[in-house]
């Protein structure tokens, strides 16, 4: 016996656009994998697509995808202190925790950050700003985005004290040099208004100047001069490797040996004035 059957159809008009859901089994919005991550949905599990490690159950996403955290992985993830170690990690984290390790300090520039009395013992406050200083001052300098993988970046939580002005005297936390000796650059971070300066391998800055962090490092970790011209600052010549020059010729001939374009030299302050007195 044969059986027949209509079949129906619904004819939607032109402007039928449904809402993306989080219980839809459609990847759609915001989301990483369907029906999860982005700002709206729910967590993604093991597996899933994701973009950033807060898509991610446990808080962790590598090369897009959620991954479970293990204590080698050379990331700061799970409920470790710092990078592999502390939480349930079996190893112990010292004096100077790391908090990106891409390698063995003698192959990397290594940053020890470093939290000022202003913090006032509010250890979490300052690893925010230290997220927020390594996205929005490291990664977002050109020449240092392109070589993020040649740095490690540490923490200590004993308190050290910026010095303010140009001639105030920054003090770090006992036991640092010993504990931290490999340092290239230390950065003591506070949180009141001050001139911020470098000594050395030793600069402060403020948690949210992303730009006063990158210029007083480049001082402290890199040897480079102010390129700018005013009273305020100490002129002198860099070196091996300079950013200014007391001449054009200088300047022209380093260029060219460098392979960068010599027009590109300027003078910006000018020869025998107060401004460039230390020339």
Not at 47 to 75: A, E, F, R, W
Not at 131 to 141: A, G, H, Q
């Amino acid at each position: 016996e044969t059986k027949s059957f209509k079949v129906y159809l619904i004819k939607l008009s032109s402007d039928y656009n449904p809402q993306p859901s989080c219980t839809d089994n459609i990847k759609n919005g915001d989301e990483t994998d369907i029906d999860c991550g982005g700002n709206t949905c729910g967590l993604c599990s093991e597996g899933k697509s994701c973009k950033v490690s807060v898509d991610c159950g446990s808080n962790y996403c590598l090369n897009s995808i959620c991954k479970i955290p293990n204590c080698s992985d050379n990331i700061k993830n799970g409920d470790e202190e710092a990078v592999d170690c502390g939480g349930s990690c079996s190893n112990v984290c010292g004096f100077c925790k790391p908090l990106i390790k891409n390698g063995p300090n003698e192959d990397k520039i290594d940053i020890v950050f470093i939290q000022d009395k202003t913090y006032n013992g509010d250890t979490d406050a300052f690893l925010s700003d230290l997220d927020n200083i390594i996205e929005k001052s490291f990664k977002v300098s050109e020449p240092i985005k392109q070589n993020i993988d040649k740095f490690n970046f540490y923490y200590v939580e004993e308190e050290g004290e910026a010095g303010g002005g140009l001639f105030g005297v920054h003090k770090l936390p006992k036991n640092f040099e010993k504990e931290c000796s490999f340092y290239e650059g230390a950065a003591i971070i506070h949180t009141d208004e001050k001139r911020d300066s470098s000594m050395g391998k030793i600069f402060s800055s403020e948690g949210d100047s992303y730009s006063t962090i990158l210029h007083e490092s480049s001082h402290a970790i890199f040897g480079l001069a102010d390129e700018y011209g005013n009273s305020k600052t100490s002129r002198f010549y860099p070196e091996p490797y300079p950013n200014v020059w007391p001449n054009e010729d200088s300047c022209r001939k380093d260029s060219i040996s460098e392979g960068w374009n010599p027009d590109d030299c300027y003078q910006f302050c000018s020869p025998g004035t107060f401004d460039c007195n230390d020339f």
